[in-house]
């Protein structure tokens, strides 16, 4: 990956967390710890991977994204408006009467959107459906699915991996948001489901275990090219990335702020995308 990629890559991810703010901003309230920590494979898989067109964006053949852990929407939202899905403005009517934007993803609602997802769980098997599909019809298309690591605790994310592996789904890529806590707390006291790298190799995986708010590692295990195995990405991430304040507050699944703090945030991201220009 060479440096002026990486610094393309790496403002697009502080373009979404903008961009994402703006949207959460206008409503108070969200999920903005699982949204951040997701932004930057979003980055990545927008800014360099999938094959998609935002003036076709129901295309057949096209790479499809499915985020499993639905509340990360806004983040979702800011990439889509950034690629040119639908205004930017329009990112200000997030979970708002008559919005194109609800707080899960809703494939019928949002251009863009390519699977409705929130209920925990049933957007891993969602997935794996998309991806035997396009198999069949013979696209050269890729599946890539955000699955949270408290969404894990659901038995049909573990079916799901199942029928992956065993029907060899190397046109679906698994990526696990492992930023260690969930609505109740962390992860490990909630329900602690041990190694999730292990656990997917032992179902069979290819297994990439990567820091996941690091674009350059990112990068490289988006483009890692799979033998007869489906590859599992998990990410190594942190809850709220890249908003020093969010991440510190232990509360951080969805949070109230005012007006003034997205301002703040949105003042100190800013601030670093100007740096890297």
Known sequence: MDTAKKVELEKFALQIRIAALEALKARGFGHIGGAMSIVDALAVLYGDVMRVDPANPTKPDRDKLVCSKGHAGPAVYGTLALKGYFPYEELKTLNQPGTRFPSHCDKNKTPGVDMTTGSLGQGASLAVGMALGDKLRGYDSKTYLFIGDGEANEGQVWEAAMFTAAKKLTNLVWLLDWNKKQLDGYTKDVLDAGNFSAKF???GFEVLTIDGNNIAELYDALH????????AIVMNTV??????????????HSMNFKPGDCDRWIGELTEKLHALA
Do not use: W
């Not at 090219?225 to 590859?231: E, L, Q, S």
């Not at 809850?239 to 951080?252: L, M, Y």
């Open 224 to 231: 890692h090219v799979p033998t007869d195995r489906p590859i």
């Open 239 to 252: 809850k709220g990335a890249g908003i020093a304040e969010v991440e510190q507050t232990f509360s951080n």
């Open 201 to 203: 190799a032992a179902f």
